[in-house]
């Protein structure tokens, strides 16, 4: 393995949709022709390779890949590979958009919500059906692999598994006199208990840490039938259901369920150990089950999950891939990243030491190693996933266009809280903006 990465990101950052577009022109397809549809060539085990790979994550999740990576290359002395860890998901996206234009894309990457269509549509990805001989894909459940499916081509496989849920700070709820939330509570509840908490703790202690980004899908999709958007890549939710959720929020802020806004918008996008909710500072927060962990590290206190609020008969709830691991389709090697993408996934060496690093596995026999050896967040998490897939929803994937939804509803949500705009007009500017991102 070589450390630390190459050090070639440009200086400037090309748009994704311009540099994908460059891609048949930056780098040619791998040996095999595998981008064309054609089996790839059997890997040789006597020819020295050199694969790259790239992902974001923090430190710890770099030490796991590392252990990982070290032992498939104990197992293959043919095949070196070098790592190219970022710390978030928009500095990966951003640099892999300016590697792709100039064709010296890593040839294993992960990828997160509309990207593996978009990069599958641009031509950018390997059709994972040309190394099914060293990456084989039937273990996977159909809805998995919904999100890095393009006209019915695979282009990515699922590093496994998590769903929103909300986490609870139990010592912080004794600590103001409230009660936990019932199964089967409602958003007034919530709306209530944040207040309560907020009014009830000493100085410094907020009810609820809301990044709205992890929490208005889940929303959204117990008023809708299939969440923000339809099964056809058009928008699914009207301007009233968005404005019920920004009116929400307003009066979160005025009982005091929620900090001031300066203090929502500047935790934005903090990693969990920065969060309110990570650092002791809030009683409850919107979060993926695989980060329970992560939220845990700082509070000082055992964290539990339960499912998300709801004022409606429909939990709203879906089992989501975190990531997905994909192959460039100008890759070299495509064969090889094939096999380094099977170790981190399919086989129990590697299994056991990645366990739900990128969530639970999805391949069943991969599950079978890992839920043994889960500490005792990660395998709340996996008993929190069961009950999500006995009343969770199948979401559609995020369509081309959707990258915008985060920003977009930070935005608009900002916009609100400081009063620039009505939550109506600001509903309504959401609406119309994703609306014309998906449009176009």
Known sequence: MKRPARGRLAAGVLATTAALTLTACGGGTGAGDGGAGGPVDAPDPD?????????????QRAAIMAEAIDLFEEKHPNITVVEEPVGAPDDLFNRLATDFASGTAPDVFALGGAKPQEYGAAGALLDLATVSEQLPTDAYPEFTLTNAMVDGTLYGLPTGGNAIGVLLNPSLFEAAGVDLPEPGWAWEDLVRIANDISAGSDGGIVGLDLRVQDA?????????ETGIYDWDGRLAVDAATIQQWYDMELELVEGGGLPDPSVIVEHWNVT???????????AMTFAYSNQIGAYQAGTGADVEIVAPPTSTDVAGVAVLPSQFWAIAAGSEHPAEAAMLVDWLLNQPEAAEIVLADRGLPFNP?????VEPLLAPADAQA??????VLEVGVVAPPQPAGGAILNELTQRVESDILFGRVSSAEGAQAWVDELSAALAD
């Open 216 to 224: 208005l899908g889940t929303y959204v999709a117990q008023y809708t």
């Open 365 to 369: 026999e991969t599950l079978e190693v």
């Open 47 to 59: 020819e020295a390779v050199e694969l790259h790979i790239a992902w974001w994550g923090n430190d």
């Open 382 to 387: 996996a008993a929190y996933l069961a009950e």
């Open 272 to 282: 969990p150990d920065l969060s309110l909710f990570g650092t002791g500072r809030a």
